[in-house]
């Protein structure tokens, strides 16, 4: 099955820096991966998402880039806000009928002013 | 509804009791998804509903757990003999379609003492 693993676990910005998490998948087969922001005992709420057919998608001042060849997506927040602090997941699947979103261990990102 | 509901919010029983956890989906979402997320780590999948049966049930730990969709909408996650390491947030997401992104609930707390 599908394996996504995420890096770093970790991470602290100035605000105003940029911050880039990466993923890496294992099955050649998903095409759907989306990234999800947790903050403290909330739900986790989709913020991007991308499939296999693009190869970079922007939303403000997020984005989010996809490389099949080497299986592996990141997502890139520019001019960090300490409301950006959060747990933030990256998931993959097989966007067809049967198959399920497998998300990675989730990345810490601390912003401070 | 708004969005997808979850009951209890928390709920705290004793190490061999039985459990049942109810999802209310966002009306007219097809896919119904069951996760469960221990401290710092991704939501970790169980199992997905599509319409009234189980597409893919191979994130169930064991035969200890059980879920149920009968009429296609609302869902109950079933837990007999709780032990300790069942302690967890189970969350549940739907989507309006297999190939749509996933809205998630707030989670049940289950706390096994």
């Known amino acids: 099955g599908e394996n996504v693993e995420q890096h770093p676990s970790t991470l602290s910005v100035q605000e105003g820096d940029s911050a880039v998490i990466k993923c890496t998948y294992s099955?050649?087969?998903?095409?759907?991966f989306p990234w999800y922001k947790q903050e403290l005992g909330k739900r986790p709420q989709l913020i991007i998402d991308i499939r296999s057919n693009v190869g970079e998608k922007k939303d403000q001042r997020i984005a989010v880039t996809l490389n099949k060849t080497a299986k592996h997506f990141s997502l890139h927040i520019t001019e960090t806000q300490p409301e950006d602090s959060a747990v933030y997941f990256c998931a993959a699947s097989k966007s067809q009928a049967g198959t399920a979103l497998i998300f990675g261990k989730g990345t810490t990102l601390s912003v401070s002013s | 509804g708004a969005g997808v509901s979850q009951t209890p919010s928390n709920k705290v029983t004793e190490k061999g009791k039985y459990v049942e956890l109810r999802c209310d989906p966002i009306s007219g979402h097809t896919a119904l998804y069951w996760y469960r997320q221990s401290l710092g780590q991704g939501p970790e999948f169980l199992i997905y509903?599509?319409?009234?049966?189980?597409?893919?049930d191979s994130g169930l730990p064991n035969d200890r757990f059980f879920a149920v969709r009968p009429e296609g909408s609302v869902s109950t996650l079933k837990i007999q003999r709780t032990e300790r390491g069942d302690s967890a947030v189970y969350l549940c997401a739907s989507s309006s379609t297999a190939d749509s992104p996933l809205h998630f609930g707030n989670g049940t707390r289950l706390t096994v003492t």
């Open positions: 099955d050649s087969a998903s095409n759907y």
């Open positions: 509903f599509q319409g009234t049966g189980a597409a893919d």
